[in-house]
């Protein structure tokens, strides 16, 4: 019996692999319990065997992991707007060009994520403010837009209406 | 997830909470008040065979095994081979993620 000391990269990402498991509580399908099992494993014996930095693995466990801490991160502080491509790979101790990558096996790109999960939350915030005395600029600068007309064209683009058509939506009902 | 038994420090309130986050490995989040988690010889006899990763969610968390006694720190883990006795525990609340793999 040994310490797997908490520095280990392959135990950090083992970690942050099942927090990841915990905050999404799959209802998953057999093929994807298997490959979580596999992942899990494969993770468990780089932890007992691996001791030095682990670079852009390809190892389908470590990418896996790597995407999953990322993704994780993403979600927790996407309304940060200084949040950007480097600042995550530099958070998760990889390259830009390779988060970039990882992100990409998702069908997305980095500021697409970022810019939908934005989207999605200030739609909520919009047809949440019924009664209110709520600026549309202020719900874009707490979703993370620092920029109103990039917000509104972005919005557009998205829902196919305004935000504050959408406000309004809100208001009359 | 595996047989357990439990032994409080004397006059410590018994709490504890039990969060299970993946079934097919047997993953937990497990907490409890000052005391030790535990394997004896008997529950031993249950037969599983896996290998248990306790990753410890305390700062301090002492594991007693196979012989050997080993300290772990917040994050830190360790393998544990679950058909032999051991123990899991801390004279402070403490908490861990345990895991079973089979090889």
Same mark, same amino acid.
Request: proline share 3%; charged share 25%; hydrophobic share 40%.
């Given at each position: 019996?040994?310490?797997?000391?908490?520095?280990?990269?392959?135990?950090?990402?083992?970690?942050?692999?099942?927090?990841?498991?915990?905050?999404?509580?799959?209802?998953?399908?057999?093929?994807?319990?298997?490959?979580?099992?596999?992942?899990?494993?494969?993770?468990?014996?780089?932890?007992?065997?691996?001791?030095?930095?682990?670079?852009?693995?390809?190892?389908?466990?470590?990418?896996?992991?790597?995407?999953?801490?990322?993704?994780?991160?993403?979600?927790?502080?996407?309304?940060?707007?200084?949040?950007?491509?480097?600042?995550?790979?530099?958070?998760?101790?990889?390259?830009?060009?390779?988060?970039?990558?990882?992100?990409?096996?998702?069908?997305?790109?980095?500021?697409?994520?970022?810019?939908?999960?934005?989207?999605?939350?200030?739609?909520?915030?919009?047809?949440?403010?019924?009664?209110?005395?709520?600026?549309?600029?202020?719900?874009?600068?707490?979703?993370?837009?620092?920029?109103?007309?990039?917000?509104?064209?972005?919005?557009?683009?998205?829902?196919?209406?305004?935000?504050?058509?959408?406000?309004?939506?809100?208001?009359?009902? | 997830?595996?047989?357990?038994?439990?032994?409080?420090?004397?006059?410590?309130?018994?709490?504890?909470?039990?969060?299970?986050?993946?079934?097919?490995?047997?993953?937990?989040?497990?907490?409890? !008040?000052?005391?030790? *988690?535990?394997?004896?010889? @008997? /529950?031993?006899?249950?037969?599983?065979? +896996?290998?248990?990763?306790? =990753? #410890?969610?305390?700062? !301090?968390?002492?594991? *007693?095994?196979?012989?050997? @006694? /080993?300290?772990?720190?917040?994050?830190? +883990?360790?393998?544990?081979? =679950? #058909?032999?006795?051991? !123990?899991?525990?801390?004279?402070?609340?403490?908490?861990?993620?345990?895991?079973?793999?089979?090889?």
């Amino acid at each position: 019996m040994r310490r797997l000391p908490r520095r280990s990269e392959a135990l950090q990402l083992l970690r942050s692999y099942v927090r990841s498991l915990e905050r999404r509580r799959l209802g998953a399908s057999a093929e994807v319990r298997e490959a979580i099992c596999r992942h899990i494993v494969d993770l468990v014996a780089l932890a007992i065997t691996t001791h030095g930095a682990m670079g852009e693995s390809s190892l389908s466990a470590v990418a896996d992991a790597r995407l999953s801490a990322a993704l994780g991160q993403i979600a927790q502080s996407f309304d940060e707007p200084g949040l950007t491509v480097a600042v995550v790979a530099r958070d998760q101790g990889i390259s830009t060009r390779y988060l970039q990558r990882l992100i990409e096996t998702t069908g997305t790109s980095f500021t697409a994520r970022v810019s939908e999960l934005r989207l999605q939350r200030a739609f909520t915030l919009l047809t949440e403010a019924r009664d209110g005395a709520c600026r549309i600029s202020d719900i874009a600068l707490q979703v993370g837009f620092s920029d109103i007309s990039h917000f509104n064209r972005l919005f557009r683009t998205r829902f196919g209406d305004t935000p504050s058509g959408i406000l309004g939506r809100g208001r009359r009902t | 997830m595996f047989n357990l038994d439990f032994e409080p420090m004397p006059d410590t309130l018994f709490r504890s909470s039990f969060v299970p986050i993946f079934d097919a490995l047997r993953i937990a989040r497990s907490a409890f !008040s000052p005391g030790f *988690t535990f394997r004896d010889k @008997d /529950l031993v006899k249950d037969g599983d065979e +896996a290998f248990g990763l306790v =990753i #410890s969610g305390s700062r !301090s968390l002492d594991i *007693t095994h196979q012989g050997r @006694d /080993l300290s772990l720190g917040l994050g830190d +883990a360790t393998l544990m081979h =679950i #058909s032999a006795i051991g !123990s899991v525990g801390s004279r402070q609340n403490f908490g861990y993620i345990d895991s079973a793999l089979r090889v």
